[in-house]
């Protein structure tokens, strides 16, 4: 189906889509938003984070913004859950693009939003990507990059975002990764999410739950492995998990 309304957040771009199609709830796009993008090939770390942070958003009224591609998109996407996300492709909506991705995207049809600009049955081309990210930032009420490499897609994505006037965050990591994203640190050009729960207060719509922090939710905020948390807290460790207090993903611990 095609887009009749005009959507504001997209004026930011250098020249107005001619045509927007899309499969799922228009509804979403009068939510708040945040665009999150990134490497397809993330550490464990910016895995750990990515799917906490788009997840917190979430729960707080926020609509998750990304490109349905591998990596950081799809943890973005996953996150926030198909009902609070807006996918944008770099092809028609007849097809999904990446196919490693077909199950997420079609769950996204069905309950959030798969927009593109370009005809339904348009195949996704190198172009195609670099046109699609400046939907994605457009649409974001600021831009999140977890983490990028010097040169990346993700760099095109910041570009936009500066032209737009688009506030930019990003993932603290350590020296020697995600170099890009210490470049934009270092150049003033962003603002690094030191704590997730205080950064999603600046745009939730709903209250963000939080927990006190004992010196164990201190330690589980730091992404230990699951063996880490289990030889330094054996006790609090299996009755934060039944509580659901924190989560293991890819053996990790995250704070919910």
């Known amino acids: 189906m095609k887009i009749t309304e005009h959507i504001t957040e997209l004026e930011a771009m250098k020249r107005y889509p001619e045509t927007l199609y899309y ?6 796009l009068s939510s708040p938003k945040i665009s999150i993008v990134g490497t397809r090939r993330p550490s464990p770390y910016t895995r750990t984070m990515t799917y906490e942070l788009s ?6 009224g926020v609509v998750i913004v990304s490109g349905a591609a591998a990596g950081v998109d799809t943890l973005a996407h996953e996150g926030a859950g198909a009902a609070h996300t807006i996918a944008v492709m770099p092809c028609g909506i007849h097809h999904r693009y990446p196919t490693s991705n077909t199950a997420l995207i079609e769950n996204i049809e069905k309950s959030g939003l798969v927009l593109s600009q ?3 049955d348009f195949s996704a081309t190198h172009w195609s990507f670099v046109i699609r990210n400046e939907i994605v930032v457009a649409l974001g009420d600021a831009l999140i990059v977890t ?10 994505s910041v570009e936009y975002a500066l032209e737009m006037g688009k506030k930019i965050y990003v993932l603290p990591h350590r020296l020697g990764e995600s170099e890009a994203t210490h470049r934009l640190l270092a ?3 962003a603002t690094a999410i030191e704590e997730i729960d205080r ?6 719509v709903s209250v963000v739950q939080k927990h006190t922090d004992t010196s164990f939710i201190a330690f ?4 230990p492995t699951y063996e880490e948390a289990v030889l330094k807290f054996p006790s609090d460790i299996f009755e934060a998990e039944l509580g659901g207090v924190i989560e293991v993903r890819n053996g990790r611990i995250i704070v919910v």
């Open 23 to 28: 499969k799922g709830s228009i509804d979403l």
């Open 55 to 60: 997840k917190k958003l979430s729960h707080a």
């Open 118 to 120: 370009f005809d339904p």
């Open 147 to 156: 983490e990028a490499d010097m040169g990346s897609g993700s760099m095109r």
């Open 187 to 189: 150049d003033g050009k």
């Open 199 to 204: 950064f999603v207060a600046q745009f939730g």
């Open 220 to 223: 589980c905020r730091t992404s």
